[in-house]
């Protein structure tokens, strides 16, 4: 395990001890487990699921649902939701496993198991989408105090190109480098896409596909295109495709909605 994933690895356990603590001190409905033992195999497995189905979810429903956007209480209540249906899934997954390492394949003890899980933890997972939710949000919004890159430093046959950040049109990714179309030249970066963009003002660029950035101050409209999908058009004629996930964002960044 790696230094970066430790943090995680403990918050984990915490949550998994905590939770199997409630769980021993609280009175149970269902045909829930009542050893100390059984209830961390069923807390651990349950919370596994739940953080495995989360990598997976949550980011992509923050990207396309931000709640510091507009619409904010609509898209709290699909947040809701889909906190809701993870928390099922999880509380099943963990019955299952537990259901099955004790009674076998009985069906009547793993419906039983369900239905304590969703009485004793439900709540719990919710809670904690909401949890990560909130994070990642804050990490989104730019520190106040935040100094965004003024001049891209770029290679070209062994020279380093100063590249003044109001002079770059858009980047795109390249592998693990990035590369800087600004008037008419192209320039390389060694960096990728997303870390680059971390560090450009969110006022005047915005990721508008997952390899593509483009600076607003460059573009001139967004037409239609086949099946849906739409296209941006930049002041020297280029045309980018826009990201499905991206397209909300990029109107609120065109309209100064948000920095």
């Not at 651990?44 to 990598?55: D, G, I, K, T, V």
Request: charged share 20%; proline share 4%.
């Amino acid at each position: 395990m790696s230094l970066r994933h430790f943090p995680t690895f403990v918050a984990w356990t915490l949550v998994v001890l905590v939770c199997g603590a409630q769980e021993l001190s609280a009175a149970h409905w269902g045909g829930g487990p009542r050893a100390w033992q059984s209830i961390l195999l069923i807390q651990s497995a349950s919370w596994s699921a739940w953080a495995l189905l989360a990598a997976f979810l949550v980011r992509p429903v923050i990207q396309h649902l931000p709640l510091d956007g507009p619409n904010a209480t609509g898209r709290l209540l699909t947040h809701l939701a889909v906190a809701t249906v993870l928390g099922v899934a999880a509380c099943g997954i963990g019955a299952m496993v537990s259901g099955f390492y004790y009674y076998g394949t009985s069906s009547a003890a793993m419906r039983d198991m369900f239905r304590d899980r969703l009485h004793t933890v439900l709540a719990s997972y919710i809670l904690a989408y909401g949890a990560v939710v909130a994070v990642l949000t804050l990490r989104r919004r730019p520190s106040a105090v935040t100094t965004y890159l003024r001049r891209l430093i770029a290679r070209d046959d062994g020279r380093l190109l100063v590249v003044p950040q109001t002079a770059v049109d858009w980047i795109e990714a390249n592998d693990d480098t990035v590369r800087i179309h600004a008037g008419g030249a192209v320039h390389t970066m060694r960096d990728t896409l997303t870390a680059l963009g971390r560090r450009l003002d969110p006022a005047r660029f915005a990721r508008i596909h997952r390899s593509t950035i483009v600076n607003l101050d460059r573009v001139r409209e967004i037409q239609p295109w086949f099946k849906g999908e739409q296209v941006l058009l930049l002041n020297d004629g280029t045309r980018l495709t826009i990201g499905p996930t991206y397209r909300d964002e990029l109107l609120h960044r065109l309209h100064g909605d948000r920095a």
